[in-house]
């Protein structure tokens, strides 16, 4: 995933292999609002989460993946 601010204050996250490549978003705000979209259904977050990389030991159990376990803080 890449994050591009423009000079114009919007931001535009490119996640590749979704529904959706690109998402624009108008300011932080409106981008903070959408990972908490993404943190709140399990589907969501599932797929967000598999962009990133397993916790830096190498743990596979999904359970323990930071990722996953950062959106279940936010959703709460």
């Not at 292999?17 to 977050?45: C, I, Y």
């Amino acid at each position: 995933m890449l994050l591009v601010h423009g000079a114009n204050g919007k931001i535009i996250l490119y996640k590749p292999g979704g529904d959706k490549t690109f998402h624009e978003f108008d300011d932080k705000q409106q981008l903070n609002n959408w990972v908490l979209e993404q943190a709140g259904d399990s589907h969501k977050r599932a797929e967000l989460a598999s962009h990133f990389s397993l916790d830096l030991f190498g743990n596979s159990d999904l359970s323990n993946f930071h990722v996953i376990n950062c959106c279940n803080q936010i959703k709460s």
